[in-house]
């Protein structure tokens, strides 16, 4: 795991010194190194996830989790992440009130979503405590 992470850190470093080297000396590949250097990472951050998904699967499968309870945490994390990109893309963009939106719009979404599994947990915490 830790050689992972090191090998994304040189590689973006490399990438971000190549692009630089290269929009100095009036370059048009630059953009393509940033390109390329981001294909990369993003391509071995999706390799990552692999032992991930193993075990998502498997407590999916397991009798002790409800897949619905699985897959809704799943796809919560899923709207996290879309609506973080869209979120910085806002903020790059100088667009503070439309990222403000759009943060609270993801954080409506996951907790729309989330309402079945907390309505569980609750049902489950009052059984247990009537015991």
């Given amino acids: 795991m830790l050689d ?3 090998k994304l850190c040189g590689i973006t470093l490399i990438g971000i010194v190549m ?11 630059a ?13 071995t951050a999706v390799a990552a996830l692999v032992p991930l ?6 407590l999916a499968g397991g009798q002790a989790y409800s897949s619905d309870a699985v897959s ?3 796809l919560a994390s899923v709207i996290a992440v ?6 910085d893309l806002c903020k790059e963009n100088g667009e ?19 309402l079945p599994v907390i309505k569980d947990i609750v049902s489950v915490s009052t059984e247990m405590m009537k015991l």
Avoid: H, W
């Fill in 4 to 6: 992972d992470i090191l």
């Fill in 19 to 29: 692009a630089s080297l290269l929009k100095n000396r009036g370059s048009s590949i």
């Fill in 31 to 43: 953009p393509y190194i940033t390109q390329i250097t981001a294909v990369i990472i993003f391509s």
């Fill in 53 to 58: 998904i193993d075990f998502v699967r498997s």
């Fill in 72 to 74: 809704t945490v799943i």
């Fill in 82 to 87: 879309i609506f973080r990109i869209l979120s």
């Fill in 96 to 114: 503070n009130m439309l990222k403000n939106a759009v943060e609270f719009a993801g954080n409506a979404e996951i907790i729309l979503l989330c």
